[in-house]
């Protein structure tokens, strides 16, 4: 009996244990979680690329601008200080900002513009993502110089889904032009004209070897032999998707959008506009110096793009001929604020570098192949039934104008673009948030069209002009809070087709199919990925084609769904869905912070 009873009390007390340390387990990693406080101060700055000298805008002085770091469930606190002569608002591309409109920063939907002068602090968690994300400017065409890259590493002490890479590299793609691009925009919106293309791409903010004037300052990604390094790709690019290549090596995509993929070897990377990949490389080439190179995807016919050729050098340690570069364990990125290192010599000290094969510029079968090689890791449970649903057409438009300087669009219209025949328009004298949680009248309709006002052959090269003319709006669509949305985005051949990378703010989504021509659903729904669909929060809607995304509306607020190529975005190529609250307490908006900045004329 004795023995008995003490077994018995043995087994309790190991159940105390057991529960003790599960307790423990679930306590300790978000004990561990961290604020971060960084200070960006908007500025101008001198900077000189192409032979030119020019003042840019940039975040503390730095192009591209700091890096942020941090681990899963840390929390971020931004001030943002304004010393610019533009109103500026920034953005955190990816993070769901659960609950916190608040934060996410796009002008005039979520926040008014932080004026000249003054300053916003950003506060939001990081739970649950965690992988390559970035921030920008969300105001005119700040982003084009005022962005970095945002890092969210597993939480302390959780290791990566992959073998842990010896080194991390950020790789930041992005445009240049040789002019303000606020002008650039301004001269756009006064003419109705398209904007004028960017004058280079750039890798790590220099063009590289093949451009005037740049290679003494080419990026170096400094790598040993027999290594496995991770290259975090983000496309800061304006306009242009961006295929990218590294000679002599074979990537591993490992993630994409912050969401960790089914791993896949590939030896070109299609990036979007506002989207990221993870790739893992291994140095086992014969050491020596290759090109990582990155040129533009160019999908509609007929339009003009930058035809230029961006390059960095993958530098072997030790390579023949080659001078000594770091190799830190973070010899990519800079100290706390994450500058990508210069390369302190001339990129063409040592052996010429390697080519990388580099798909056409219109090559749409390499396109395709990489964005459908993208698969989550494992199965997942896919939301439904669907509960709301959004068909929305996609494309340009022409508003016709009188003859004169400001009708110099095609045929003497003024460019724009339209989501389901509506061009989307901001407010100025409120932002929708504020409007939507305050319950401000007039700033707003909620009558966003859930299908096509007109049926036609969407993707047609003849779309008659009676339909090329969309209207303006600021035109939201009200979803239920619970809701499972599914959107169907679907291209057309108005003025050109061409692929558009759609953002969806506060959200990712699963991308259940894409495809071709015109959607229908009786025939494309048994295309649908059940199984294994990757996670975005931002999809290349294939161009002259369609795609299907669907998610929880778990998120309330107004979030902004956009073209991430800004001369779309501009010409008015968005809406913007109203979350509405749930009923149960941390289902609604969270209060507006003391210091969100105020609108004025």
Known sequence: MQATMATRGFTRLCRCCLSALALLSFIIPNTLAEERFYEFVVQETVVKRLCQTNKIITVNGQFPGPTIEVNSGDTLVIRAVNMAQYNVTLHWHGLRQLRNGWADGPEFVTQCPIRPGSSYTYRYTTEGQ??????????????????????IHPKRGLPYPFPKPAKEFPVLLAEWWRRDPISVIRQSMITGAPPNISDTILINGQPGDFLPCSSHETSIIPVV??????????????????????????????????????????????????????????????????YLAARVYASAQGVPFDNTTATAIFQYKNAPGCVETSTGANAGFNGPQGRPRSSGHPGRTGPAPMLPYMPANNDTNAATMFSNSIRSPGPVKVPGPVTQEVFTTIGFGLFNCRPGPFCQGPNNTRF?????????????????????????????????????????????????????????????????????VQIVFQD?????????????????????????????????????????????????????????????????????????????????????????????????????PLDLPMCGL
């Not at 299908?451 to 009200?478: E, H």
Request: charged fraction near 15%; hydrophobic fraction near 45%.
């Open 130 to 151: 965690e992988g390559t994300l970035w921030w920008h400017a969300h105001s005119s065409w700040l982003r084009a110089t005022v962005h970095g890259a945002l890092i």
């Open 492 to 592: 057309t051949g108005i003025f050109a087709a061409e692929e558009h990378p759609m953002h969806i703010h506060g959200y990712h989504f699963y991308v259940l199919a894409t495809g071709f021509g015109n959607y229908n659903p009786r025939r494309d729904e048994a295309k649908f990925n059940m199984v294994d669909p990757p996670s975005r929060n931002t999809i290349g809607v294939p161009v002259g084609g369609w795609a299907v995304v669907r998610f929880v509306a778990d998120n309330p607020g107004v979030w902004l769904v956009h073209c991430h190529i800004d001369a779309h975005l501009t010409g008015g190529l968005a809406m913007a869905l109203v979350v509405e609250d749930g009923k149960a307490e941390l289902e609604s908006t969270v209060p507006p």
């Open 225 to 290: 032999a027999g290594e496995t390094n991770l290259l975090r790709i983000m496309n800061a690019a304006m306009n242009s998707e961006l295929f990218v290549s590294l000679a002599g090596h074979k990537m591993t995509v490992v993630a994409a959008d912050a969401q960790y993929t089914k791993p896949f070897d590939t030896n070109v990377v299609l990036v979007g506009p506002g989207q990221t990949t993870d790739v893992l490389v291994t140095a086992n080439a014969a050491p020596g110096r290759y």
């Open 416 to 484: 724009g673009a339209s989501m389901n025949n509506v061009s989307f328009q901001l407010p100025n004298t409120v932002s929708l948030l504020q409007a939507h949680y305050h319950r401000i009248p007039g700033v707003f309709t909620e009558d966003f069209p859930a299908f096509p006002p007109v049926i036609f052959d969407f993707t047609s090269q003849n779309v008659p002009r009676a339909l090329w003319q969309p209207m303006k709006g600021t035109r939201l669509y009200r979803v239920k809070f619970g809701a499972v």
